[in-house]
Nanobody, 117 residues
């Protein structure tokens, strides 16, 4: 059974930083690309960042480029999202997903990030 558990969210002020973690179990983590998504209140879930299985390939949505960094530690079965210069519009529930054929197949429960102005 695949399980993803996110952590690291919280309430911060604009300009602060947070690092989210997503711990995976029940799969050979290093075989899969991973992604972070977020969903703000009243909005659809949106893609944030992707990292390939080898960690060399990363992609970001335009709104977070230069501020967020996705990384992974395969030995710890964990993917991270370092978020700097946070803005109020970054407020959302952040979830990680395991990608199969480029699409998220497994999801975590999410962690709330709230950025106050």
């Amino acid at each position: 059974q695949v399980r993803l558990v996110e952590s690291g969210g919280g309430l911060v002020q604009a300009g602060d930083s947070l690092t989210l973690s997503c711990a995976a179990s029940g799969l050979t983590f290093s075989n899969y690309a991973e992604a972070w998504y977020r969903q703000a209140p009243g909005k659809e879930r949106e893609y944030v960042a992707t990292i390939g299985w080898s960690a060399y390939n990363t992609n970001y949505t335009d709104s977070v480029k230069g501020r967020f960094t996705i990384s992974r530690h395969n030995a710890k079965n964990t993917v991270y999202l370092q978020m700097n210069s946070l803005k109020p519009e970054d407020t959302a529930v952040y979830s990680c997903g395991v990608l199969v054929n480029g699409r998220p197949k497994y999801w975590g429960q999410g962690t709330q990030v709230t950025v106050s102005s």
